[in-house]
């Protein structure tokens, strides 16, 4: 789809790395990366290259992802006999998990990473833990649903860095796993295998990938060290995700068991870095707090997953003021639109402290620019790829805003982002939607959009029936 020669794009007015510019010249290579950029240039004569009418901002990251979940989307809103919780839907995403075959994982998640792209989402780092057949046993490929992910990535076009996850257990103990997790569960060899699989894999794609210990309650301290281990003699900079400190029943067990709290014991007994990145982080102590803004970990914050849990709040304000690292993540898929995990995180301080523009001061603060600058820069980060903001060095990921539309009226560049975040009022406010310089989205319509459509509503229709 790329061409061997530099590409040009011709920007009339863009967000770089320092603030908005007019008349921008990008060049990238053939890869997608930008090697140029060359601000208030005259468009030049006999110009072969593309042109974007529209403000050009960088593309969100998505660093939280469980692909398979967006097909239970909606299907866990139904009060049970007993009073509902995380612990009762995880249940039923249990239930739901079992049919999913290999051809079924490739089309959801290609029709979901379709919509993350249309809803700005450049870039995905997949939490992927669906890995055997439905009786437990491997594929002939024990890879074989980890190349699915890689597969629907090509099928999008979406940046893809893959997160495969190691699970051992059903709970602290360790518990033995339970039915429902019996498509997840690795040894630590053959979980070592995996990520030699998945090493070959992401080259042979052209993507990047990382490892997912699930989180403290289903690996032991000796199998999160060895995946550590596998990952490093592999990759020095290849990132580290894991569930932390999601729910206070979580946090309960932990100190049950280990007598220290779940960041408290990370903290206590491995050296998270700017490698690492914790999600949730939900119930924290202010020394916890502490410990991974000091670490520069990144926080992967799924606003919308979490409300959708009861998980409970994040301590966004004491972590902002100690210049924490975050971004955001869709995670279960209950909401794939970027704008609204970053209200909402907004909004969550604003209820808490009955205030407004909580998360930004000084005079004439942008909230909006700041709520998405951070985020795509520290997904950028929790996925280790030169992603998150439009510079030489980055892929030329980026959306272009349809300053068209209802929602940008009046406003001034300055203005755009606020307005983009906060004023939902129209569906048309992306124009089009870039990854490694190709266009993948116009006026919301997706360049595959219809054979995924297809895919997918075969699949979904087929497990409907199961």
Known sequence: MTSIHP?????????????WQENVLLQHDSNGVITKIKPQTAKPANFSGKVIEGAVIPGMVNNHSHAFQWAMAGLGEASGETKDSFWTWRKAMYGFVENIAPEDLNHIA????????????TSV???????????????????EMSMQIFEAGNN?????????????????????????????????????????????????????????PHSLRAVARE???????????????????????????EVDDCIAHY????????????????????VHATHLTPEEVTSIADSKAVVSICTTTEANLGDGFFPMLDYKSQQGRWSVGSDSHI????????????????????????????????????????????????????VGQIAIGHK???????????VFVGKSKEQLLDAFIFNQADTDTIASVWVNGIKLVEQGAHHAEERIIESFKESMTKLQRA
């Open 110 to 121: 290609s029709a979901l990473y379709m919509q993350m792209l249309k809803a700005g989402y």
């Open 223 to 249: 199998d999160l060290e060895f995946a550590v281990k596998a990952l490093r003699s592999q990759s020095t900079t290849a990132p580290v995700h894991i569930h932390i400190a999601e729910q206070t029943k």
């Open 125 to 143: 780092g997949e939490f992927h833990y669906l890995h055997h057949d439905k009786t437990g046993s491997f594929y002939e490929n024990p890879a």
């Open 259 to 278: 007598g220290e709290r779940p960041v408290e014991w990370l903290y206590n007994h491995l050296s998270p870095d700017e490698t690492w990145c914790l």
């Open 335 to 386: 909401s794939v639109n970027a704008t609204e995990e970053l209200r909402w995180l907004e909004y969550q301080q604003r209820l808490r402290e009955r205030s407004r523009t909580v998360l930004v001061d000084g005079a004439n603060s942008s909230t909006g620019n700041w709520l998405w600058t951070q985020a795509a820069q520290g997904g950028a980060q929790s996925l280790q790829q030169p």
């Open 156 to 212: 999008s076009g979406i940046d893809v860095t893959l997160l495969p996850v190691f699970y051992r257990y059903s709970g602290f103990g360790p518990r033995d796993p339970t039915d429902g997790q019996k498509r997840f569960i690795h040894s630590q060899d053959a979980y070592g295998r995996l990520l030699e699989q998945v090493h070959l894999l992401a080259s042979e794609y052209n993507q990047s990938y990382g490892i997912a």
């Open 396 to 406: 030329a990921n980026f959306l272009e805003l349809n300053t068209d539309s209802l």
């Open 7 to 19: 590409q040009q794009i011709y920007a009339k007015s863009i967000l770089l790395a320092d603030g």
